[in-house]
């Protein structure tokens, strides 16, 4: 099994919209396009903690998830998946029987497994993965991080409030862009304990933008719950430089904290968007 891990290689996204719009998970030497997405270096699944079929769930409810498989859409076989893929029979049906449980996929007698056109978008686990402002149309918008700032310092006192931090508690602060089409729409702060980020690197452009899995891959930390605050507030210099707003005008405030397993805060955000032309969609299923 170790060794049918390792011939799994996939491609982790990355911040720079200049590389390949292309990522292929490649299986024995094969390739199967998806999706179009930033890629970066390819990595091997045995260097993370994600199961095989924990891999393929991702792929199937990624073309899902960006309109790739439309509601309607009758899967392939297990046994014609499971030789695209280049995993067991038994690895298809436990991605295909999770992913009815979360109700991306419907199994009917004389017609296979079946898109429901009821994807929940906003579980915790499609929350590690998407954009949270939709179109105003209610589509699924794809975007395109970039971290523009990176540094080490003195947790505030709201920072030690929102992490459970002592005072002057060393962290870890870094800011992004998220641009929707090439603009901008949402900046965000993250701050984390450095304590519990040991080797974290020290050059901006090595931070993924699914950190959350990162999380998980290069640490062990779950995110199991991320409590929300959202209020609509009168923009500033910053809101106007980064996403290009005239002043006066308005944006979106999502202040964040999210918890591992244990229910220990891990990470603090705070999140400014435009709302112009997208809006956020919070669904409860």
Not at 4 to 16: F, T, V, W
Not at 89 to 112: C, F, P, Q, W, Y
Not at 122 to 133: D, I
Not at 195 to 209: C, G, H, M, N
Request: hydrophobic share 40%; charged share 25%; net charge positive.
């Amino acid at each position: 099994m170790k060794a049918h891990r390792q011939a799994l290689l996939y491609k982790l996204y990355s911040n720079d919209a200049n590389r390949a719009a292309k990522c292929q998970l490649q299986i024995r030497g094969k390739s199967l396009e998806k999706t179009p997405i930033s890629s970066a270096d390819i990595v091997r699944a045995s260097d993370f903690s994600l199961p095989l079929y924990e891999v393929v769930k991702r792929q199937i409810s990624e073309a899902i998830m960006l309109g790739k498989w439309e509601a309607g859409t009758v899967l392939p076989s297990e046994i014609a998946l499971s030789q695209q893929f280049g995993v067991a029979v038994g690895t298809i049906r436990r991605a295909l029987m999770d992913l009815t449980n979360e109700g991306l996929l419907s199994r009917r007698r004389k017609t296979g497994t079946v898109v429901t056109g009821r994807t929940p978008q906003h579980s915790l686990r499609f929350f590690f993965q998407y954009f949270r402002l939709h179109g105003l149309d209610g589509s699924l918008q794809h975007s395109m991080t970039k971290v523009t700032s990176l540094h080490r310092g003195t947790a505030t006192e709201g920072e030690c409030t929102k992490l459970q931090l002592e005072a002057n508690s060393s962290v870890v602060r870094f800011h992004r862009l998220r641009s929707v089409d090439g603009k901008p729409i949402m900046h965000e702060t993250l701050v984390l304990a450095e304590a519990r980020l040991p080797d974290f690197t020290e050059d901006k452009d090595e931070i993924p933008p699914l950190f959350y899995l990162y999380l998980l891959d290069r640490y062990g930390i779950r995110i199991s719950a991320v409590r929300e605050q959202i209020a609509a507030v009168l923009a500033d210099e910053d809101d106007a430089k980064w996403l290009k707003l005239p002043l006066p005008a308005a944006v979106l405030t999502i202040e964040e904290v999210a918890y591992d397993q244990s229910a220990v805060p891990v990470l603090a955000s705070t999140h400014r968007a435009t709302t112009n032309n997208h809006r956020y969609v919070h669904e409860i299923q």
